[in-house]
């Protein structure tokens, strides 16, 4: 199958046939049930996404959403299928996106001002409880603004959320995605970009909570010069089913890409997926891009699936090249750290500590950041007690 825009063509030429990539599609009846035999299925428990995926979402289920922002920078709205940039950068690819997309009738819609440089975040809480839901949010960056965005999600839902984003030439704009569920709660959606001329895009991914959760995220380009840096961070427990798919289409000459995905398992039954590709168009010269997926599994009883993909339809680039790991500790890293008299506790703790920062670092909001790290902490004094009784 083939995925196309909106308007059934590809924005860099050409024609690629793909089972990576659905043909994209706003009706929900061009993607039925799937029944794991599909590629972009077969590593989901389907079970568990049953209840999400058979009934369309319930409309205005009161679940609560909370946008603080800055009102003299920022306007926000809704915005009706069709209407304005909704639809522009993202067009579903499965079925869980297009049920977001119908269930959404009203999409919230932050519009930043060209220009504007905004000192703190903009911040969307949705907190469910117990509703199967569905939120389409479309975030517009206007040319040259400098400015954050952080979606926070908690509680307990079966959600179905897409985010889309549109970034103007030359601005500078970051998406921080946290999935901070309740253990019972299931996510399945899709987040979309494009990324303007010269514009720079950073979205990181944070994933702790829930029973599964899976999300599509995809950039695209609207012009020449424009980079994206995708970064995600999974801390996958006992039970818990955590799937990040990733598409960057380099479709525009000069372009650039970063993708560093790294996850952590602990726990029996804990079960990570990543699937990352980069596809490289006829036309798109001189771009650069790079993925990786790495993987620390801390105890027994884990399962890390990790695909890195590219697609090169052009031998005039700069360079493109993926990595893929998944292992335990270093055995190195935590004799040197015990030479110097940590415990072999400590040790470890300091390892996957470091794992992890150097990903929370890269978001640029201090209070956020301390609030992660905190989180991951309080999972690796959980992973402690599981390793000691392994030992």
């Given at each position: 199958?083939?995925?196309?825009?909106?308007?059934?063509?590809?924005?860099?030429?050409?024609?690629?046939?793909?089972?990576?990539?659905?043909?994209?599609?706003?009706?929900?009846?061009?993607?039925?049930?799937?029944?794991?035999?599909?590629?972009?299925?077969?590593?989901?428990?389907?079970?568990?996404?049953?209840?999400?995926?058979?009934?369309?979402?319930?409309?205005?289920?009161?679940?609560?959403?909370?946008v603080a922002h800055d009102p003299m920078n920022t306007t926000l709205g809704?915005?009706?299928?069709?209407?304005?940039?909704?639809?522009?950068?993202?067009?579903?690819?499965?079925?869980?996106?297009?049920?977001?997309?119908?269930?959404?009738?009203?999409?919230?819609?932050?519009?930043?001002?060209?220009?504007?440089?905004?000192?703190?975040?903009?911040?969307?809480?949705?907190?469910?409880?117990?509703?199967?839901?569905?939120?389409?949010?479309?975030?517009?960056?206007?040319?040259?603004?400098?400015?954050?965005?952080?979606?926070?999600?908690?509680?307990?839902?079966?959600?179905?959320?897409?985010?889309?984003?549109?970034?103007?030439?030359?601005?500078?704009?970051?998406?921080?995605?946290?999935?901070?569920?309740?253990?019972?709660?299931?996510?399945?959606?899709?987040?979309?970009?494009?990324?303007?001329?010269?514009?720079?895009?950073?979205?990181?991914?944070?994933?702790?909570?829930?029973?599964?959760?899976?999300?599509?995220?995809?950039?695209?380009?609207?012009?020449?010069?424009?980079?994206?840096?995708?970064?995600?961070?999974?801390?996958?427990?006992?039970?818990?089913?955590?799937?990040?798919?990733?598409?960057?289409?380099?479709?525009?000459?000069?372009?650039?890409?970063?993708?560093?995905?790294?996850?952590?398992?602990?726990?029996?039954?804990?079960?990570?997926?990543?699937?990352?590709?980069?596809?490289?168009?006829?036309?798109?010269?001189?771009?650069?891009?790079?993925?990786?997926?790495?993987?620390?599994?801390?105890?027994?009883?884990?399962?890390?699936?990790?695909?890195?993909?590219?697609?090169?339809?052009?031998?005039?680039?700069?360079?493109?090249?993926?990595?893929?790991?998944?292992?335990?500790?270093?055995?190195?890293?935590?004799?040197?750290?015990?030479?110097?008299?940590?415990?072999?506790?400590?040790?470890?703790?300091?390892?996957?500590?470091?794992?992890?920062?150097?990903?929370?670092?890269?978001?640029?909001?201090?209070?956020?950041?301390?609030?992660?790290?905190?989180?991951?902490?309080?999972?690796?004094?959980?992973?402690?007690?599981?390793?000691?009784?392994?030992?």
């Amino acid at each position: 199958m083939a995925f196309r825009d909106a308007a059934g063509g590809y924005p860099g030429g050409g024609a690629v046939e793909s089972h990576l990539h659905p043909v994209p599609s706003f009706d929900v009846a061009d993607f039925p049930m799937p029944s794991g035999r599909e590629e972009v299925w077969r590593f989901a428990p389907l079970p568990r996404f049953v209840a999400l995926l058979r009934e369309p979402p319930v409309a205005d289920s009161g679940a609560a959403v909370a946008v603080a922002h800055d009102p003299m920078n920022t306007t926000l709205g809704t915005l009706a299928p069709g209407v304005g940039a909704r639809g522009t950068a993202l067009v579903p690819v499965d079925r869980a996106s297009a049920l977001a997309s119908g269930g959404a009738t009203q999409a919230r819609h932050i519009h930043i001002a060209a220009a504007a440089t905004l000192a703190e975040p903009i911040v969307v809480t949705v907190t469910g409880a117990g509703q199967h839901f569905a939120e389409h949010l479309v975030i517009e960056a206007g040319a040259g603004c400098d400015a954050t965005v952080v979606v926070e999600h908690r509680g307990s839902a079966l959600f179905l959320g897409n985010i889309e984003v549109i970034v103007g030439d030359g601005a500078k704009l970051s998406v921080v995605s946290v999935q901070d569920w309740a253990a019972d709660a299931v996510h399945g959606g899709m987040h979309a970009a494009t990324v303007g001329r010269d514009a720079q895009y950073r979205h990181v991914m944070m994933t702790f909570g829930g029973d599964a959760v899976r999300i599509q995220n995809c950039v695209k380009y609207a012009g020449p010069g424009g980079s994206a840096e995708l970064y995600g961070l999974y801390f996958t427990d006992a039970g818990q089913y955590q799937e990040h798919r990733l598409f960057v289409d380099q479709n525009a000459p000069h372009t650039t890409s970063r993708v560093d995905y790294r996850g952590a398992l602990q726990g029996q039954g804990a079960h990570s997926v990543w699937v990352g590709d980069v596809l490289i168009r006829r036309g798109a010269n001189d771009i650069d891009s790079y993925e990786a997926n790495k993987n620390l599994v801390l105890t027994d009883g884990c399962r890390a699936d990790s695909v890195p993909n590219l697609e090169i339809e052009t031998g005039n680039i700069k360079g493109a090249g993926h990595s893929s790991t998944t292992g335990r500790f270093d055995d190195e890293q935590l004799f040197y750290l015990m030479s110097r008299g940590l415990s072999a506790a400590e040790a470890r703790r300091l390892v996957v500590q470091g794992f992890f920062y150097d990903i929370i670092r890269r978001i640029g909001v201090p209070a956020l950041e301390e609030r992660l790290k905190t989180h991951v902490d309080a999972e690796l004094a959980k992973a402690a007690t599981q390793i000691e009784g392994q030992e």
